[in-house]
């Protein structure tokens, strides 16, 4: 009884995932299963649903629910300068080998309100690299992107945002690069200067030029195997000879069907270099 | 080694879980017939020796899982600090980074629960050690799922918060000494 209740939840999820496919073109139908169930009972909990199918009906006649649903599909944890390692590294062993470039092209893939984002226009500035590079800071949530856009977080998380430029290696004070006001601590609008936001889907669009370092970390990690493939080719496809791919401290490319793509550049910061063709 | 076990077993631990675990682990053999996943709350931004001090201490592999890791019988695998940790059917692990869960990433709720969803009536879950109150809404899912729930008796448990608030949310539970869950675990070969 219990095994059917179960496989009856899977179908209604499934069934969702197609409704928001084909009404709105949001496609988390590859999505890694286990993190979509969670949140969806999240969602149909507190929303107030008594089944998901009861939720994909309203989402499906009523389009202002979609913001709704893409909070609970989307995942937006991030902080400035996450893992100060990996800052670390690509300061120390991949700025070197970008310095040798005069335009660079970075891609922060699935930037979400954008702390990674502004961390790695921090780190640029800082290592005199800004001016010659145009930054692409793409999502497929729009209120998320509007969020990246503004620049403006709550003042609780400076002091974790700090210490973490710190352990990067930060050369100033984060300070430098931030005004606070009402609780809020909003960071100077020049660090938009060469940015590009743009809605772009690692599930559905293709590349858009070629890109010198692409930092797409815990993103991949809610996608099925076969869409990681699938945004690894793009990666693969954006990154000329010698690029780098950097992903999250809990990823690898060791599953991936592109693994004879890239070889171990900082090894356990988790970042690739591209190699071959 | 088959590529896809009929049961598995998960823990979760908290505070006092290193000693826990160091009488559970070690004793299974290296032909042990299902996979482990074990979930114990770490500090989020330290690298984690526990997978390589118990791949040092037992017979079976012990790893740190990485997203998408195979699932095979015979391993041990370590949530990371930082990640829940979840099962993608009965053949991959998935990590994620969502938000904590009663403060805790990795959190045994959310391991408990993926778990039971794959594994149903096959799979054996057992909370330990700890100060919190992690592990009693997962445990009770896998009640529901048919699947077999243990408690480490508090009574004799480091730290007796988490298994007296599991206790509390499921009565069915087995209650057992760390002496009995390891013949227990020895015994279901």
Same mark, same amino acid.
């Given at each position: 009884?219990?095994?059917?209740?179960?496989?009856?939840?899977?179908?209604?999820?499934?069934? $969702?995932?197609?409704?928001?496919?084909?009404?709105?073109?949001?496609?988390?139908?590859?999505?890694?299963?286990?993190?979509?169930?969670?949140?969806?009972? @999240?969602?149909?909990?507190?929303?107030?649903?008594?089944?998901?199918?009861?939720?994909? +009906?309203?989402?499906?006649?009523?389009?202002?629910? $979609?913001?709704?649903?893409?909070?609970?599909?989307?995942?937006?944890?991030? +902080?400035?300068?996450?893992?100060?390692?990996?800052?670390?590294?690509?300061?120390?062993?991949?700025?070197?080998?970008?310095?040798?470039?005069?335009?660079?092209?970075?891609?922060?893939?699935?930037?979400?309100?954008? +702390?990674?984002?502004?961390?790695?226009? &921090?780190?640029?500035?800082?290592?005199? *690299?800004?001016?010659?590079?145009?930054?692409?800071?793409?999502?497929?949530?729009?209120?998320?992107?509007?969020?990246?856009?503004?620049? &403006?977080?709550?003042? +609780?998380?400076?002091?974790?945002?700090?210490?973490?430029?710190?352990?990067?290696?930060?050369?100033?004070?984060?300070?430098?690069?931030?005004?606070?006001?009402?609780? #809020?601590? &909003?960071?100077?609008?020049?660090?938009?200067?060469?940015?590009?936001?743009?809605?772009?889907?690692?599930?559905?669009? @293709?590349?858009?030029?070629?890109? @010198?370092?692409?930092?797409? #970390?815990?993103?991949? &990690?809610?996608?099925?195997?076969?869409?990681?493939?699938?945004?690894?080719?793009?990666?693969?496809?954006?990154?000329?000879?010698?690029?780098? *791919?950097?992903?999250?401290?809990?990823?690898?490319?060791?599953?991936?069907?592109?693994?004879?793509?890239?070889?171990?550049?900082?090894?356990?910061?988790?970042?690739? @270099? #591209?190699?071959?063709? | 080694? /088959?590529?896809?076990?009929?049961?598995?077993?998960?823990?979760?631990?908290?505070?006092?879980? !290193?000693?826990?675990?160091?009488?559970?682990?070690?004793?299974?053999?290296?032909?042990?017939?299902?996979?482990?996943?074990?979930?114990?709350?770490?500090?989020?931004?330290?690298?984690?020796? !526990?997978?390589?001090?118990?791949?040092? /201490?037992?017979?079976?592999?012990?790893? =740190?899982? =990485?997203? /998408?890791?195979?699932?095979?019988?015979?391993?041990?695998?370590?949530?990371?600090?930082?990640?829940?940790?979840?099962?993608?059917?009965?053949?991959?692990?998935?990590?994620?980074?969502?938000? =904590?869960?009663?403060?805790?990433?990795?959190?045994?709720?959310?391991?408990?629960?993926?778990?039971?969803?794959?594994?149903?009536?096959?799979? %054996?879950?057992?909370?330990?050690?700890?100060?919190?109150?992690?592990?009693?809404?997962?445990?009770?899912?896998?009640?529901?799922?048919?699947? %077999?729930?243990?408690?480490?008796?508090? %009574?004799?448990?480091?730290? /007796?918060?988490?298994?007296?608030?599991?206790?509390?949310?499921?009565?069915?539970?087995?209650?057992? %000494?760390?002496? =009995?869950?390891?013949?227990?675990?020895?015994?279901?070969?």
């Amino acid at each position: 009884m219990t095994e059917t209740f179960e496989k009856v939840e899977d179908i209604e999820i499934r069934l $969702l995932l197609e409704a928001l496919y084909h009404r709105y073109h949001y496609d988390f139908r590859s999505y890694a299963m286990s993190s979509i169930r969670r949140r969806l009972r @999240q969602a149909r909990e507190q929303l107030g649903f008594a089944t998901i199918s009861a939720m994909q +009906e309203r989402v499906l006649h009523h389009p202002e629910m $979609l913001d709704d649903m893409l909070r609970f599909l989307t995942v937006q944890v991030s +902080e400035m300068f996450r893992d100060p390692s990996y800052f670390a590294a690509i300061r120390e062993k991949v700025v070197p080998h970008l310095r040798t470039y005069p335009s660079l092209k970075i891609w922060i893939a699935g930037c979400s309100s954008g +702390e990674e984002l502004y961390s790695f226009v &921090i780190l640029f500035r800082e290592e005199g *690299l800004e001016e010659r590079t145009l930054f692409y800071a793409t999502d497929i949530n729009p209120e998320a992107l509007a969020q990246a856009e503004a620049g &403006i977080y709550d003042i +609780e998380r400076v002091r974790l945002f700090t210490e973490n430029h710190r352990d990067s290696g930060g050369k100033g004070s984060l300070s430098d690069y931030y005004t606070t006001g009402y609780n #809020r601590c &909003i960071l100077d609008k020049s660090l938009r200067r060469n940015v590009v936001f743009s809605d772009h889907s690692l599930v559905t669009d @293709q590349v858009f030029g070629e890109m @010198q370092l692409v930092s797409c #970390r815990n993103v991949m &990690i809610y996608f099925d195997r076969d869409l990681q493939d699938r945004a690894v080719g793009l990666f693969r496809d954006t990154l000329p000879r010698n690029g780098f *791919l950097g992903l999250g401290s809990k990823e690898t490319l060791r599953f991936s069907t592109h693994a004879d793509g890239f070889r171990e550049f900082v090894r356990d910061e988790k970042i690739y @270099q #591209r190699i071959g063709s | 080694m /088959k590529d896809n076990p009929n049961g598995a077993i998960i823990i979760g631990a908290s505070a006092g879980a !290193l000693e826990a675990l160091s009488v559970l682990l070690p004793p299974l053999p290296a032909t042990y017939p299902y996979p482990i996943f074990v979930v114990v709350h770490l500090p989020p931004n330290k690298r984690s020796v !526990l997978a390589a001090i118990f791949d040092l /201490k037992c017979q079976l592999r012990a790893i =740190e899982a =990485e997203d /998408k890791e195979p699932v095979q019988a015979g391993f041990i695998y370590f949530a990371p600090p930082n990640y829940h940790l979840s099962l993608e059917g009965r053949t991959h692990v998935a990590l994620s980074s969502e938000e =904590e869960v009663l403060f805790s990433r990795p959190s045994i709720d959310v391991a408990f629960e993926s778990a039971a969803d794959a594994w149903g009536s096959q799979l %054996t879950a057992i909370l330990l050690t700890g100060a919190n109150h992690d592990g009693a809404n997962g445990l009770s899912v896998v009640v529901r799922s048919g699947g %077999t729930a243990i408690i480490q008796d508090p %009574t004799e448990a480091y730290a /007796k918060a988490m298994p007296e608030a599991a206790i509390r949310a499921c009565p069915d539970a087995r209650i057992m %000494t760390l002496a =009995e869950i390891s013949t227990y675990l020895q015994n279901i070969q």
